[in-house]
């Protein structure tokens, strides 16, 4: 029962909760920009950015080992649209988008999907390397992000899952936990990503190929299941007036359109001007970072 997870007391019965529960949720969002949604229509493909990229720096140290061989793509199951998401990870413009999977469709993906390791350079692919073979070149992971506060007075920590909170399991238990998922464990602040990771390490004759001192991605084709079943939404600050003008930017998101009657606004479109990007160009710190940047 999902009511069950607060009166979780050990790092055992934490796995045991949280076994499958993955494919338990009615939607899967991947919040991104309109560019990056244009290019994975057109190519027919979502992009797995490596560990290192990871906004959250504790997030990466859970790779120290190696970093160099793990490589993500993470969505939100929230049920409603996600004010953050929209603007952190669709563009402070408040002019992107999501994809949208439903539960059949996520399935569809995880089960089906190409693999392949390319070269990485000024954010586009360079050099095919290898076309990944799962338990031989690539080891696969899908599962839900929990999220935690370990509290250094007391002997519990805080744990959050979907809408739920746990503080019966100790530090040294939640560590235990920690310890056998590493890439599956975010601190408290994250908790409002409600995170579902596909999480790739790259293994085996691939793993050699890797070169520390170059970028790589991995690409995941979408089988034709998953297509039919992909939505896409635009941010809320996209207006039925601006529509037009948006789609007519960006080619393959119009196909999509022409050919799909899943494409929509946001329920609160016309709701939000946040202006970001223009308070983000009066500010002298951020024009010079972005001068020393290019």
């Known amino acids: 029962m999902w009511g069950d997870f607060r009166e979780l007391t050990d790092s055992k019965s934490l796995e045991s909760y949280l076994l499958n529960r993955q494919y338990e949720h009615s939607q899967y969002c991947h919040y991104t920009n309109l560019a990056a949604i244009d290019n994975i229509l057109g190519e027919n493909e979502f992009w797995l950015g490596n560990v290192k990229r990871f906004n959250d720096k504790k997030d990466s140290e859970q790779f120290i080992d190696s970093p160099e061989l793990y490589y993500s793509i993470c969505f939100s199951t929230g049920v409603t649209e996600n004010l953050s998401l929209w603007y952190m990870y669709a563009g402070m413009d408040g002019h992107g988008g999501r994809v949208r999977l439903s539960k059949g469709a996520i399935k569809e993906l995880i089960n089906n999907a190409v693999f392949t390791l390319w070269e990485r350079e000024n954010n586009k692919k360079v050099k095919e390397i290898i076309t990944l073979e799962l338990g031989k070149t690539v080891e696969l992971q899908f599962k839900d992000v929990l999220y935690y506060k370990s509290n250094l007075e007391k002997t519990n920590c805080d744990l959050k899952y979907n809408t739920m909170t746990n503080y019966r399991i100790s530090n040294s238990e939640f ?3 920690k310890g056998h998922n590493p890439g599956f464990v975010k601190g408290l602040i994250w908790y409002y990503e409600k995170e579902t990771r596909l999480l790739l390490k790259v293994v085996g004759k691939a793993a050699t190929m890797i070169d520390k001192s170059k970028e790589y991605l991995i690409t995941m084709s979408i089988p034709a299941k998953t297509h039919k079943g992909m939505k896409i939404d635009f941010a809320p600050e996209i207006t039925e007036e ?4 948006v ?6 998101i119009k196909k999509f359109m022409r050919k799909s009657s899943a494409v929509q606004l946001s329920k609160y479109q016309g709701t939000l001007k946040m ?3 223009e308070k983000c160009n009066k500010c002298a710190t951020c024009e010079k970072n972005k001068s020393e940047v290019n």
Not at 242 to 245: A, E, G, L, Q, V
Not at 247 to 252: A, E, K, L, M, S
């Open 175 to 177: 560590n235990k936990y």
């Open 242 to 245: 601006m529509i037009d003008c």
């Open 247 to 252: 789609v007519d930017q960006h080619c393959n």
């Open 275 to 277: 202006n970001l990007c």
